[in-house]
């Protein structure tokens, strides 16, 4: 599996070179999110706001109506939590396009529990006018600008920086409301999206090892949520839907997958994996998964037991399968 | 720019007895913000601010659905205030509760029909009782307080950013300075050198729950403000030619007009109601009485 480092920094900056429109917004977290060479690059279109975030929505809010779009760069904890009430009534109510790039988001983080985003997508779907994309790869972070275009309102982003696998090829860019099936099996559906789906492709193929097939699917679009490939998926298999987020379990992609199944009656059990109704700690992001039941062995023995096989399966079994870059499954011809 | 001392009055006195005659026909309302801001807003649409005509009709539409995807067709109310162009003044007024004052403004200078307070807080009307972003004369929502400072420094930056000479202008109320993200935006707009940034702030020593100085004291805000790189001008809220200068002079800095305002200016039996002036509610018959008569003289008295 390819691993890319920090491909958020040139690709930025090449996508923003013919688009004067657009700006940076930073609140004293330039270099941690990535765009410190973005300001260099482009000096006259960065504007630094200090740490005072609430002010900055409602600049942001201004520059977009005179007709810049505003790409916020900042831990995500700092767009959703502190600044709420500037980010709904500044923003979001009047549908204004603010591009709202989170860094950090659930438990990436040792940062702890000030840094970590784990009820962001819960807040923000509940957000009317609001569009929520989240990034699992290198792709993903560098196709997510693109996506952006397309929708003419506010945008918030869950984006993942530093030392990134490519899951996905690059001539397979992130696409509005399309999810991608990563594979395809008969026994149990499982949705996933951010880092989330990493380890999930690790726990499908040991499952596969062990007679266990899957669909597997990826979601980068949290709201609007709606892709008919996951009726598809769910459809095609005879098991549980198994949710795994980087987020808690309420409000969040499972919960979304809770609302589709209902909405349209599939009448199946969806099983939502991810923080249950608890904050975490400052630790790294390898131990956080283990600790808090997110990583590809949490979800291996997870479905092992809804369908009532007990796995002998160790914890270094399944560090040791390797993820395959997904081009194998076509998500169109599906 | 001329300006008519006497026009500014005229439009004041017309603010103050058309508010003071809706608050007595509806038996409740926002009066005391009429009789501070009277002079602030008769300044402001009688001559300071340079706008265009009205972009369309006088007659406000009613409530046609909030901004969104399904509503392409949404217009805010600042199309009271004129097209935007580079070098006229835009205005984003903050203190939505002064709403009825606002609209009445616009009655007085010719932008809003005259019998459009007939629809105020009515359903289904766009003249909400807190002015929202499709009320008339409103740009954006600011029923939160102290959001719409920082998102006129986003306007006045894009628009500097974009070589405009116009001034973006605020009206506040003094309130807002309790509210820690008035001090971010004013410390952002004197960071960036937003010289065409301009506030006036209804300094009525007033809110919900009494006297300012009771609930939460923000003085010296004169002081304070200075101290956050601003060019502060303190002055008597009442005195039009006093006012007229603050509001315009030169400056290589943003400007606050502080105006020292009167909360019961011109109903002098108002202010046995002190120190709980926000609304006003009538505790009987015979007080209603009492602001009758004033009401009767003020309009006598010209």
């Given amino acids: 599996m390819e691993m890319v480092t920090r491909p958020h920094v040139q690709n930025f900056i090449d996508w923003s070179k013919d688009r004067p429109e657009v700006l940076v917004l930073s609140a004293d977290l330039t270099n941690s999110c990535e765009v410190g060479k973005w300001r260099d690059t482009y000096p006259d279109r960065f504007i630094s706001a200090g740490m005072a975030e609430q002010n900055m929505m409602g600049v942001a809010a201004g520059l977009a109506r005179e007709g810049f779009i505003p790409w916020i760069h900042t831990f995500a904890v700092f767009i959703y939590r502190r600044p709420y009430d500037q980010l709904a009534m500044s923003i979001a109510y009047p549908n204004l396009p603010v591009r709202m790039v989170g860094f950090l988001p659930g438990i990436v983080t040792p940062g702890g529990v000030t840094h970590q985003a784990i009820e962001d997508v819960a807040i923000m779907r509940a957000t009317p006018n609001m569009t929520i994309l989240e990034t699992g790869d290198a792709t993903e972070v560098e196709s997510v600008l693109d996506v952006t275009e397309q929708v003419d309102g506010p945008v918030y982003i869950r984006m993942l920086r530093g030392r990134l696998p490519r899951l996905f090829p690059v001539e397979e860019p992130m696409r509005l409301g399309v999810s991608r099936e990563l594979r395809s099996g008969r026994d149990v559906t499982i949705v996933t999206s951010g880092i989330a789906t990493e380890e999930a492709m690790r726990a499908t193929d040991v499952l596969a090892q062990h007679d266990i097939d899957a669909t597997h699917v990826h979601v980068s679009t949290l709201k609007p949520f709606g892709d008919p490939l996951i009726e598809d998926a769910i459809a095609r298999s005879s098991g549980p839907v198994v949710t795994l987020e980087n987020h808690t379990t309420i409000g969040g992609l499972g919960s979304a997958v809770s609302e589709f199944v209902t909405d349209r009656g599939l009448g199946r059990r969806v099983i939502r994996m991810g923080l249950q109704d608890t904050y975490a700690h400052g630790a790294s992001k390898d131990y956080l998964l283990e600790q808090y039941g997110l990583d590809a062995y949490a979800l291996v023995h997870r479905i092992g037991s809804e369908l009532g096989r007990e796995l002998e399966i160790t914890r270094e079994e399944v560090s040791a399968a390797p993820v395959e870059a997904a081009a194998a499954v076509n998500a169109e011809s599906l | ?302």
């Avoid at chain 2, 392409?72 to 199309?79: I, L, T, V």
């Avoid at chain 2, 935007?84 to 200078?109: C, N, W």
């Avoid at chain 2, 007939?118 to 954006?140: C, K, R, W, Y």
């Avoid at chain 2, 005195?239 to 105006?259: G, K, N």
């Fill in chain 2, 1 to 302: 720019m001329t300006i008519s001392e006497e026009d500014v009055a005229r439009i004041a006195h017309g603010i103050r007895t058309r508010v003071f005659e809706h608050v007595l026909r509806n038996g409740e309302g926002y009066l005391s913000q009429a009789l501070s801001s009277a002079e602030i807003f008769a300044l402001l649409y009688g001559g300071v601010l340079r706008l265009g005509p009205v972009d369309g009709s006088t007659t406000p539409a009613p409530f046609v659905g909030v901004p969104g995807r399904e509503n392409p067709d949404y217009r805010s109310g600042d199309r009271f205030n004129g097209a935007p162009a580079p070098d006229r003044d835009r205005l984003i007024f903050s203190p939505a509760h002064y709403a009825l004052v606002l609209y009445t403004a616009l009655i007085e200078v010719g932008r809003l029909d005259s019998d459009a307070l007939a629809a105020f807080n009515q359903d289904g009307s766009s003249l909400e009782m807190i002015g929202a972003e499709h009320s008339p004369g409103v740009a954006t929502t600011t029923g939160s307080l102290a959001q719409a400072l920082s998102q006129a420094a986003g306007i006045a930056l894009a628009r500097r950013m974009r070589g405009e000479t116009g001034n973006t202008w605020v009206m506040m109320s003094d309130g807002e300075f309790q509210e820690g993200q008035t001090w971010e935006a004013l410390s952002f707009a004197s960071f960036h050198g937003l010289d065409r940034l301009r506030a006036v702030v209804d300094a009525n020593g007033q809110q919900c729950d009494g006297r300012m100085c009771d609930v939460g004291e923000i003085e010296p805000l004169a002081e304070r403000v200075t101290a956050f790189g601003w060019d502060a001008r303190e002055v008597d809220g009442h005195d039009i030619d006093a006012m007229h200068t603050a509001m315009t002079a030169a400056s290589d800095r943003p400007v606050l007009v502080i105006a020292r305002t009167n909360p019961t200016q011109g109903v002098k039996v108002y202010e046995e109601k002190a120190p709980l002036l926000h609304t006003l509610r009538f505790a009987s018959d015979e007080e209603k009485s009492r602001f009758e008569a004033a009401y009767r003289e003020m309009t006598e008295a010209r």
